[in-house]
């Protein structure tokens, strides 16, 4: 049984892989697009911000898509709309087409991001959750990774549609992976059976103390990534004002990157074999908001980045299982849909405020400090779900 589950996790961590890869395609080929299509920067990310649009909407139904008719065919359903996706956009002429696809990978990515969270929960519920999570949140920036080393030579040598289509093939290979090699545990409830009457105070079959543990799980998780997502966007800006080369600023900013993805797995391995996922918790968010402070006043950022890359990554496994704590299985679809419809309104809504901030204050550190403020929310969140859990052991005692 331990075999499979790994294996299992496998399979769910190259289709999540498949996501990342698909995500910064865009990005890659960008150049190519402007020339290509005749469209502007604006266009240009619009093009990248559709691939997470469609979550703000889809998160919820996709959830309850998932209890309906069964996670597995709500993931095959989810690639085959990357798939699709893919090639729409790899086959385009004109922009119109290029949104259409775009559109529709990142509505096939929602279903994955949040069905495949709850797949992992289901099979990792009764232990080794954190390590498996970490590793299942890792499979996002390895995706990425991956496509900023191949992408963009494949598309200097075989023509930017190439790149389209290959992340179509790659979602082929996880379609057919998880449809071989997908079931879901033996415990599991089927999908699609009779629902229990709802009490007052529910959304759908979720009770207020889920929903409250749901939306203060989200709520650290949103934060924590906000966080790491304005080092990584607002931190070669910050060093190239500084005066250092925009070539030596991305390689410092991509160093701590590459850090952090190994960092991942380890912080959850470590809160799993020595049971202390407060501690990494609240260790590495207070590193955080350390290291984000005294960045602006450091002599030697490099030393902070490395230190940002090693630290500040490490509780995302812990800081994703915090949701399977307050769930029951059978509601595990939709409170990721809740998890995931705060998860991809607060994305959409936090960066640029951050940018906001270096605009109103002209300090190229600005968003710098926003991301500190951002990671000590995510520490406070992380203390007031830990105090909710407390108070519903107390009332069910």
């Known amino acids: 049984m331990a075999s499979n589950r790994w294996l299992i996790l496998a399979v769910l961590f190259l289709a999540r892989t498949a996501m990342g890869f698909q995500f910064q395609s865009v990005a890659s080929v960008s150049p190519f697009l402007i020339d290509e299509l005749a469209i502007d920067y604006t266009m ?29 065919q709500a993931v095959l359903a989810g690639l085959a709309m990357m798939a699709v996706g893919g090639v729409l956009v790899g086959m385009a002429d004109d922009y119109a087409t290029a949104v259409v696809g775009r559109t529709l990978s990142g509505c096939g990515g929602v279903l994955l991001n949040i069905l495949l969270t709850k797949m992992t929960m289901d099979w990792f519920a009764r232990r080794e959750l954190v390590l498996a999570m970490a590793i299942l ?29 290959g992340t179509a093939v790659l979602a082929l290979v996880s379609f057919a992976l998880i449809a071989i090699g997908y079931r879901a545990p033996p415990d599991l409830a089927p999908p699609g059976q009779a629902e229990p009457a709802l009490a007052p105070g529910r959304l759908f079959a979720l009770g207020r103390a889920e929903l409250a543990g749901v939306t203060l799980a989200a709520a650290a998780w949103t934060l924590f990534n906000v966080g790491l997502i304005l080092i990584v966007s607002f931190g ?3 060093l190239t ?38 501690l990494v918790m609240a ?16 002599d030697s950022p490099l030393l902070l980045f490395v230190a ?17 704590e307050t769930l029951r299985a059978d509601n595990r679809a939709l409170g990721m849909g809740l998890f995931y419809t705060w998860y991809y309104a607060g994305m959409g809504a936090l960066p640029p405020l951050a940018g906001l901030a270096r605009d109103l204050s002209g300090s190229p550190a600005a968003p710098i400090y926003f991301a500190s403020a951002m990671m000590l929310c995510a520490l406070a969140c992380v203390g007031l779900f830990r105090r909710h859990r407390r108070a519903v052991a107390a009332a069910s005692a």
């Open 44 to 72: 240009l990310g619009t093009l990248i911000g559709l691939y997470n649009l469609p979550g703000i909407v889809l998160a919820l139904p996709g959830g309850m898509l998932g209890k309906r008719f069964g996670d597995k």
């Open 137 to 165: 949140v890792n499979s996002w920036p390895f995706g990425i990774a991956l496509a900023l080393v191949s992408q963009s030579a494949a598309a200097v040598v075989l023509g930017w549609p190439v790149v389209f289509y």
């Open 236 to 238: 070669p800006t910050f």
């Open 241 to 278: 004002a500084r005066g250092l080369p925009l070539e030596e600023a991305a390689w410092m900013v991509s160093l701590g990157t590459w850090l952090g993805i190994g960092t991942i797995p380890l912080g959850g391995y470590l809160a799993q074999r020595w049971s202390c996922p407060n």
């Open 283 to 298: 260790a590495s968010l207070t590193a955080a908001v350390a290291i984000c402070a005294v960045l602006p006043w450091a």
């Open 308 to 324: 940002f890359g090693v630290l500040a990554w490490a509780p995302a496994g812990p800081i994703m299982a915090l949701v399977s």
